[in-house]
């Protein structure tokens, strides 16, 4: 009887793993309509570098909901200008252009400082390249639904391993817009969602205006970083004298950069990718004090620890296992503090 039932578990695993090679094989295949999820995620990535949009959207974290007024515009030579207003609890907006991000709060100058080379916009749809992200993330349809009145197609990117989140689009059937998207992790409710309300279309390379009407005029932003390096380039990664011994699977450096803060202070960036999700590693030699140990709010997890007389910081929209991993890795190869 033993000898059969271990028999039988075999055959229920060899089973099990050709159902789930089944599977992979029709959640990438093309539906009916002809288009497979990697055409979907395509058509998305070319509608964020090319479609003008306005809209209301609703972000739902840790049971708090935050509405926002969005004007995206994409202008005729390519270069991304994006407003946002929250439009509940006091007035804030930020202003993301190309190179820089900056932030108005109440009673307070604007504040800006450099946009890094792989920030999401306001939908966290990143510039996604289905065939740099397969080896570590599963993409399949999940159907079709309707978001703000409009219909979409629905896709997910599903993790293979437990370094990184999921996340599931619902892209616009006209423009191929992400009008929803869901963080996932282990549980099966969202860590967040943002998901717009209303949607309008703008033609290409309109003029932008500002969201709040009331505004009239705005003072100049206060720069809070230089620009890097010399001549507006930033410092090769070569350069630098930290270096990582490890990185979680599937992740390299994408980006490092040095500038100085407003108090006068170095601070190198090395910023790490696996294509889809990214790792901010932030380097203060002069820190006397900083964050110790981990944090988290809402989906971003953060870690500080002194290493060789540095302060370092690690953010990420990532699991915690991941930034701890990243610095764990991290190394300094310079000379002696």
């Known amino acids: 009887m033993r000898a059969g039932a271990e028999g039988a578990q075999a055959r229920s695993v060899r089973i099990g793993h050709a159902a789930l090679a089944a599977l992979s094989a029709v959640l990438i295949s093309a539906p009916a309509g002809g288009s497979t999820p990697v055409d979907h995620l395509e058509r998305m990535v ?16 840790d049971n708090r909901l935050e509405a926002l007024r969005v004007l995206h515009r994409v202008g ?18 930020l202003v993301r ?15 800006s400082v450099r946009r890094s080379g792989v920030a999401s916009d306001i939908l966290r749809s990143r510039l996604i390249d289905p065939e740099v992200i397969s080896p570590h993330y599963l993409v399949h349809p999940l159907g079709s639904a309707r978001v703000a009145g409009r219909p979409t197609q629905v896709v997910g990117i599903i993790p293979r391993d437990d370094l990184r989140y999921g996340y599931r689009f619902y892209l616009d059937e006209e423009s191929g817009l992400p009008l929803k998207s869901d963080l996932l992790g282990e ?20 003029s932008i205006a500002s969201v709040d009407a009331g505004a009239s005029s705005a003072p100049e932003p206060v720069p809070a970083s230089e620009p890097p390096g010399q001549g507006g380039q930033p410092p090769a990664w070569q ?49 006397e004090e900083g964050l110790t140990g981990p944090t988290r709010m809402g989906a971003i997890h953060a870690l500080g620890r002194r290493v060789a007389g540095h302060q370092i910081t690690v953010v990420g929209e990532v699991p915690a296992k991941t930034v701890e991993t990243t610095l764990d890795g991290l190394h300094y190869t310079g000379p002696e503090q």
Do not use: K
């Not at 994006?82 to 804030?92: F, H, S, W, Y």
């Not at 820089?100 to 100058?109: A, F, G, M, R, S």
């Not at 950069?257 to 006068?264: E, K, L, P, Q």
């Open 46 to 61: 070319s509608a964020l570098r090319s479609v003008s949009y306005e809209g209301t959207l609703v972000y739902l974290r």
């Open 76 to 93: 005729n030579d390519g270069r991304t200008h994006e407003q946002i207003l929250t439009l509940n609890g006091p007035v804030r907006s």
């Open 97 to 111: 252009d190309q190179d820089l991000v900056t932030c108005e709060l109440p009673d307070t100058l604007p504040i």
């Open 187 to 206: 549980d099966p409710e969202p860590i967040e969602q943002i998901m717009f309300t209303s949607l309008s279309l703008l033609p290409g390379g309109t």
């Open 239 to 287: 350069d630098s004298a930290w270096r990582f011994t490890a990185l979680p699977d599937g992740f390299q450096v994408v980006m490092n950069d040095r500038w100085r803060d407003a108090s006068g202070s170095m601070v190198e960036q090395i910023v790490v990718s696996d294509g889809l999700a990214s790792v901010s590693v932030y380097v203060e030699g002069d820190a």
